[in-house]
């Protein structure tokens, strides 16, 4: 079955420099999601998109921005690189189900992406 | 504010035994609870989720329970093997929020 699909699975950049991650859902799944894990750290929720349009926010610096395009795969842009950005990076898919009360399927994560800043 | 802890951090039992992983979340208010597993440096496999509405889902020697009004959950593994070696984190999907929210997880070791 297909998987959530992240590119590049590691890349390193210098302080102040620009990095962008791809996120690639499972096909029909229209929700994907963005999490940060630092070393040692749990997840992070960072953003999450529905059907195209932003559906929540979390802790993300004004630095990152995301969108989800009209094939419904996401990028995630981190300009003004900083060392504490050196973290793994998941992003999840999920399809929004509805039945009376809405409640959203299993998130399926990808292999995520390890960015390290130098 | 949805808050998850885990407990214990650390754990290490022999090969063969049953264990329980304890997961508990300060706002009962949730769609789901998921289970994950993570191997060091590695993704995050979903192992099983739990809809609000339910008490338990099983899935081959992983058997996880739900109880909303106490805002806990157990993960129970039967006959524990090395490969289950790994860190073990659930995650809440609440509502109002539209994301999950982890608990710190749970490091287990399996001595063979």
């Known amino acids: 079955a297909a998987g959530v699909i992240q590119s590049p699975r590691h890349l390193i950049k210098e302080k102040r420099e620009t990095a962008t991650l791809k996120c690639y859902p499972i096909?029909?799944?229209?929700?994907v999601y963005w999490y940060q894990q630092g070393p040692g750290q749990d997840p992070q929720f960072l953003i999450s998109?529905?059907?195209?349009?932003?559906?929540d926010k979390g802790s993300i610096p004004d630095r990152f921005s995301a969108q989800q395009f009209s094939d419904y795969h996401s990028e995630l842009n981190m300009s003004s690189l900083e060392l504490g950005d050196s973290a793994l990076y998941f992003c999840?898919?999920?399809?929004?189900?509805?039945?009376?009360?809405?409640?959203?399927?299993?998130?399926?994560f990808g292999p995520g992406t390890r960015l390290t800043v130098l | 504010k949805q808050e998850v802890t885990q407990i214990p951090a650390a754990l290490s039992v022999p090969e063969g035994e049953n264990l329980v992983l304890n997961c508990s979340f300060t706002?009962?208010?949730?769609?789901?609870l998921q289970w994950f597993r993570q191997d060091p440096g590695k993704g995050l496999t979903s192992l099983l989720l739990?809809?609000?509405?339910?008490r338990e889902q099983t899935s081959g020697r992983l058997n996880a329970s739900l109880d909303k009004s106490s805002g806990r959950s157990t993960l129970y593994i039967a006959a524990s093997q090395p490969g289950d070696s790994a860190t073990y984190l659930c995650?809440?999907?609440?509502?109002?929020?539209?994301?999950?929210?982890f608990g710190t997880g749970t490091r287990l070791t399996i001595i063979p």
């Open positions: 999840a898919s999920s399809l929004l189900t509805s039945g009376g009360a809405e409640f959203t399927d299993t998130q399926y």
């Open positions: 096909p029909r799944h229209d929700t």
């Open positions: 998109f529905y059907e195209k349009m932003q559906s």
């Open positions: 706002d009962s208010a949730i769609y789901n």
């Open positions: 739990i809809q609000s509405s339910q």
């Open positions: 995650a809440v999907f609440s509502f109002g929020n539209e994301k999950l929210t």
